[in-house]
């Protein structure tokens, strides 16, 4: 997944339950004086990213609806600032299915919506294409300047999973 840190989620099924717990296990992993990773072994298990700055938090997908309770006590024991972005890499319910947890003011970015997003003025357009690895150009992406950094978004190609399909807005 583009965005994600490790993806481990995205190529191994560890079960599934449709039930909601409080025990189900959390790892929340500094990777940098700002930026931790949690993984909620639920599910595909994806990995998310907190963002923490001066300006409030950024957060890299959501996870499943089910697990927004065990997210929502990570988020409170990192840090008490605003969830001022989420960032879904793509819409699978593994990814952004506990979108609910936005506050009032959260912006959610997604692939539908980053045009829209870049003509309020919240995301700025790149500057030209990007070359990934093993020669995948990507052509376009969004900035977005928060915390002192420069984020970029980067839309995947077309059908970045085989049962993922992507439509412009």
Request: contains cysteine; proline residues 5%.
């Amino acid at each position: 997944c583009v965005g994600c840190v490790g993806c481990v989620g995205c190529v191994r099924v560890l079960g599934w339950s449709q039930d909601t717990r409080d025990d189900i296990p959390t790892s929340v992993v500094e990777l940098s004086e700002h930026i931790v990773r949690i993984t909620i072994d639920f599910g595909l298990r994806p990995n998310l990213v907190i963002f923490n700055g001066r300006e409030g938090l950024l957060l890299v997908d959501t996870g499943h609806k089910d697990t927004a309770a065990q997210l929502q006590k990570a988020l409170q024991e990192f840090t008490a600032s605003e969830l001022r972005y989420i960032i879904n890499t793509h819409s699978h319910h593994d990814h952004a299915g506990a979108n609910d947890i936005s506050q009032e003011n959260t912006v959610i970015v997604g692939y539908p919506n980053l045009v829209r997003w870049m003509k309020e003025g919240v995301l700025k357009a790149g500057e030209g294409p990007i070359l990934g690895r093993k020669g995948v150009v990507f052509p376009n992406y969004f900035r977005l300047d928060f915390n002192d950094e420069e984020i970029w978004i980067v839309p995947p190609p077309p059908k970045h999973t085989q049962h993922t399909k992507h439509t412009q807005h």
